[in-house]
DNA sequence: TTGAAAGCGCTAACAA
DNA sequence: TTGTTAGCGCTTTCAA
């Protein structure tokens, strides 16, 4: 039943070191011999023993994926990709939600990777602008990628999207179809990445003449009650924005909630965006327009990110950009006047 | 800065057999030799390597945890459920999302356990009641703890809820508050667990003495696309029911917008009930009266279940039971009459 | 109740 | 290009 590397040697008639140069696709084997042992390994079905491996190399082969992100559906994406990446490498995940707002954070931190001896991490929003929990990592000299940093983005390796010009182009979408009278929700001030998504707001009424209306500015905290506050202040008077771009999709579902309420029809009277594309969006009525993030391929691309740095122990900040994408459903129309 | 079993040893001054005892904590140790090594390891953050420890005890102190259940929501709250009983007892977490309906999906895991060398398993939904997966891992000898199956509940320890009680519960509510007309969207054929919520309907009914409409009972398969179409079959009709009960949020969510669509208004002319709150019922509007699930505990509870197998090497099929709690919202009204 | 010694299966350093 | 040897840090006999 277990089969070990003394048995592959043993069968394909080499040294034990022949085989764990094989195994571990290291140089300096002549193709005659790496036949044989992979010969041997894929008669045997060998599968080299992590435990043995760790313990002699020092590694883990463990990868640490630490979120603090209360999204389900983004987390769940971000492990499938990281996923992806990691079996692809032979290597495993260890899952750390934490809690970011945590005093205690940092040290938790620490001594999971110290305990389970990871190689590496992946920090997703909002842990990945946390300093303190940079300053351990840089501390232990540990490697570790980012996902949509929005702080010193130089001393790591890091992965990033659109956001900013994706909001951007919602906007244009949004004037184009006659709006100019157009509310924004703030995200989050604690999640950075978040920010981006107004400047794109701010850029597109900018670049087509039209002047921010102070009024309709609204910060948002992400969450469905927050959008709810929000989206009351703005529709609650006869002047009110003809459309309404949300920072996420939970408070542009607050906001299309609030609209019913009010007996506001949507998109006639009121056009609403949100941003992620979260499984809500399809659900709402109407549908939702938003914004969808590349959020699995950027998690494989993290993993990509760091596992090119274990390899070969550099550290340079390497940025990637992926692009996100318009979502156009039913709840944005042209403006009513 | 790696303290080793060596260090406490000498610092405590005895055997590193004697440390090993104290830390596995294994009996025949007198409490002041226990206190000493305790205090050394205290002293010198003593944390075992557990590369070390399962290659020489052969154990991973890993556990899996194995979902193909498309709910990012479920499958979080079972996660952190999990996690929480594993870092109580210092185990380890390999999550497995898979894809049930690959038929290679068998070989997958056996390739898995034997590679992680797994001490044992988590099933959940709609992985539960996968009698090839079932078998192999009986085959295997591996310990294993279900949650929520429905089927040969006697070769496993497993965790339930009282999904049908919590179904004729609501249907209860929904008769109490004069309906008698009562539309049911049954959940995906795979998923069993989800019929128990159609047998709960079934026999508030049948208890109230209200008799079972065949054409208000419509098969979904748990999507909100399929809920959408058992909502327009029900709703089309001048002669609809005047509450549908859905086996779960997405499909309830659905019946939402059809009735919206149909300007249909809720809960004035029909009630809507869903099943499993998730995020998305307070996100509807009105918000969504539905069945919550102790997801997390049952979670929690599996993986007690398992880590007890693990120590006691027995395999009593025990079965434990959290129960659901009925969320009453704003989509529930009294019968128009 | 405690300890000594022999591995677990692999990698790393060095030799050949 | 290949092999030999010595551990990695722990658990498991078995003996005291």
Redesign the interface.
Same mark, same amino acid.
Request: net charge positive; proline share 3%; hydrophobic share 45%.
């Given at each position: 039943m277990k089969v070990t590397i003394d048995d592959v040697a043993e069968l394909a008639q080499v040294s034990i070191k022949t085989v764990s140069r094989v195994v571990n696709q290291e140089p300096n084997v002549r193709p005659v011999t790496r036949d044989k042992v992979l010969a041997a390994i894929a008669q045997l079905n060998y599968?080299p =023993?992590?435990?043995?491996?760790?313990?002699a190399g020092n590694r883990?082969y463990v990868l640490g994926l630490l979120y603090g992100n209360p999204s389900? =559906?983004y987390?769940?994406d971000v492990?499938?990709g990281v996923?992806t990446t990691c079996r692809q490498h032979g290597y495993?995940?260890?899952?750390h939600?934490c809690n970011y707002s945590d005093p205690d954070i940092t040290i938790e931190i620490i001594e999971l990777i110290?305990?389970?001896?990871i190689d590496g991490v992946i920090l997703t929003p909002p842990l990945t602008d946390h300093l303190p929990v940079l300053d351990a990592l840089k501390a232990l000299d540990l490697p570790f990628v980012r996902v949509a940093p929005t702080l010193n983005k130089n001393i790591s390796p890091y992965v990033e999207t659109n956001d900013g010009e994706a909001a951007y182009q919602m906007t244009a979408r949004l004037i184009a179809s006659g709006h100019t009278d157009i509310g924004f929700i703030c995200g989050h001030p604690d999640h950075r990445a978040v920010t981006h998504r107004y400047e794109g707001y701010r850029s597109a009424l900018q670049d087509h003449g039209i002047p921010l209306n102070p009024h309709w500015i609204k910060q948002g905290l992400n969450s469905?009650e927050s959008g709810e506050k929000c989206a009351r202040e703005l529709l609650q008077n006869a002047r009110r924005p003809t459309a309404i771009f949300a920072a996420n999709d939970?408070m542009a579902?607050?906001v299309?909630?609030v609209a019913?309420?009010y007996g506001i029809k949507i998109p006639a009277e009121l056009s609403v965006a949100g941003f992620d594309d979260t499984?809500?969006a399809?659900?709402?009525?109407p549908a939702l327009t938003t914004v969808r993030q590349p959020v699995q391929q950027m998690a494989e691309k993290a993993a990509e990110l760091l596992l090119g740095q274990l390899k070969r122990k550099d550290g340079q900040a390497v940025g990637h950009v992926l692009n996100s994408t318009l979502i156009m459903r039913d709840s944005v129309g042209p403006a009513a006047r």
């Open positions: 599968r =023993n992590s435990s043995a491996r760790s313990l883990s389900a =559906n987390v769940i492990q499938v996923l495993d995940l260890l899952i939600p110290h305990q389970k001896r469905f939970e579902a607050a299309m909630m019913h309420q499984s809500v399809h659900q709402l009525w």
